[in-house]
């Protein structure tokens, strides 16, 4: 009986240290399941966090140019407003004006002529790297050639210098009456005429727009690329977290 006893014990010994051997390998394994689980879920997060960092700086750096293209388109626009105000305001030298209504239409013409020659000067020297290649050769293209804008918009700006000169001195000639009539006939040219600096203006206007409709097409092919790579990340979490 002592003998079955020993037995017994021993037994239960040998049953007490395999079951402390099996719940310390289960401990180990929970441990180093819960570890890598840990480090997984870390890599994980963190490629959310770069897709989030990743969108904001896109959103950020497409909200700032749309505003500024928004601004280029703009002074493109306001180009054929100043150019038919000048013109209009050229037809008013012929009449019978007092010496304050005189001063007042210097006034307003040097403003103006002012006004669009900085307008066009910022435009001309706008970097290439704003637009694509082809809309940046367009653009030269547009501005630069024998007859591009720059040189008929400086004509007209010439014209206009000229005109205010000659008004300033208040002696009245068929010079004044010339260079008034060409102000007022460039600015009253139709936008459907190729020839007219209207049309010139409004092509370089709708130029501006395709650079800008052009980057809102790249922004959104990009938006879909962010979101197929946040799909692509549930799928490599997925598979990491539950194989």
Do not use: C
């Not at 441990?31 to 959310?48: E, I, P």
């Not at 637009?131 to 010439?158: H, M, P, V």
Request: proline content about 1%; aromatic content about 6%; hydrophobic content about 40%.
């Amino acid at each position: 009986a002592t003998q079955e006893v020993d037995e017994f014990r021993e037994s239960a010994r040998i049953a007490r240290d395999d079951m402390s051997k099996a719940s310390d390998k289960y401990s180990a394994e929970l441990h180093r399941v819960q570890a890598t689980l840990a480090r997984r879920r870390k890599l994980v997060d963190g490629f959310f966090v770069l897709l989030i960092i990743a969108s904001y700086l896109a959103l950020s750096i497409s909200i700032d140019r749309s505003a500024e293209d928004a601004t280029t388109i703009n002074l493109a626009g306001q180009h054929r407003s100043l150019t038919q105000r000048i013109g209009l305001l050229a037809g008013q030298v012929g009449l019978p004006l007092s010496d304050v209504e005189t001063n007042i239409l210097v006034a307003q013409l040097e403003g103006d002529i002012d006004l669009i020659e900085e307008h066009h000067d910022l435009l001309i020297n706008l970097p290439d790297s704003r637009y694509s290649k082809d809309i940046s050769r367009r653009l030269d293209e547009a501005y630069f050639t024998d007859q591009g804008l720059d040189s008929r918009l400086r004509g007209f700006i010439a014209t206009g210098r000229e005109l205010v000169e000659l008004i300033v001195s208040g002696k009245r000639s068929d010079r004044m009456n010339a260079l008034s009539t060409d102000l007022q006939d460039i600015a009253s040219g139709a936008y459907t005429d190729p020839d007219s600096l209207l049309y010139a203006q409004n092509s370089i206007v709708s130029l501006y727009e395709l650079g800008y409709q052009a980057k809102q097409d790249q922004f959104r092919w990009l938006l879909r690329g962010i979101l197929a790579l946040a799909l692509v990340l549930l799928v490599i979490a997925s598979i990491l977290i539950y194989t």
